[in-house]
């Protein structure tokens, strides 16, 4: 840590939050010795910013300009997340994929979230997608991964953890929604204290990645 002060968050959110919501309430507790800089989200009416703002952090909306480019977007959310000397940038139901313009500026240290497991289900509406698999008989379980973002794939940077999630008979769609979001909540700051706490100097070499797992 920088002199023994908690690890500087900057959380990305283009919708609900609770995700967000579960980062700003385990940094509260002392779960997480980390502290959210801000919630920067792409879309105005984000319940993400509603959270931030409730909870005395910086809410900034950064909306995409008529005739922007991707990368010029993403030039300009870098120089925005730059502001607030992030240790770790967290993509908590982030819906744009980023370029090298924004990922360019901060190696290894883009966390993302995703509801499915490595090589499963990338992309949009993944939970909806894995429960109407099952519905077909194809699956009996989907998950949940923490990964880095070290370029312009799709969910499929080096994989920091997972957990497997059960589909259970008789599960609607609300239920399977709301147990993977259970374990993204865990899972996420589970993987943020380890981030936090384990890897030497906030971020993340090839000799701190061991089977996808973060390391001593």
């Known amino acids: 840590m920088r002199g023994g002060e908690p690890r500087r968050l900057v959380v990305l959110a283009s919708g609900n939050g609770s995700n967000a919501q579960a980062i700003i309430d385990a940094c509260a507790r002392g779960e997480l010795p980390a502290q959210v800089m801000a919630v920067v989200s792409d879309k105005a009416d984000a319940y993400a910013l509603v959270r931030a703002d409730a909870a005395g ?5 950064v909306g995409r300009r008529n005739g922007e480019t991707r990368a010029d977007y993403d030039a300009r959310l870098a120089e925005i997340v730059t502001g607030f000397d992030p240790d770790w940038v ?20 883009v966390v993302n979230l995703h509801p499915a497991l490595p090589g499963e289900l990338p992309g949009l509406h993944a939970i909806e997608r894995a429960h109407q698999e099952a519905a077909a008989g194809m699956r ?13 794939g799709v969910d499929d940077g080096p994989v920091l953890a997972t957990a ?49 797992a973060a390391t001593p």
């Open 57 to 61: 952090l910086p809410a900034v909306h």
């Open 90 to 109: 967290v993509l908590a139901g982030w819906m744009r994929v980023l370029t090298l313009s924004f990922l360019g500026w901060f190696p290894r240290m």
């Open 140 to 152: 009996t379980s989907t998950g949940v991964m923490v990964h880095l973002v070290p370029d312009e």
């Open 164 to 212: 497997e999630v059960p589909i259970l008979p008789g599960d609607t769609l609300a239920d399977l929604e709301q147990r993977v979001h259970a374990t993204e909540h865990q899972l996420l700051v589970e993987t943020l204290h380890r981030l936090c706490t384990v890897v030497p100097g906030g971020t993340l070499t090839d000799s701190n990645l061991t089977n996808g």
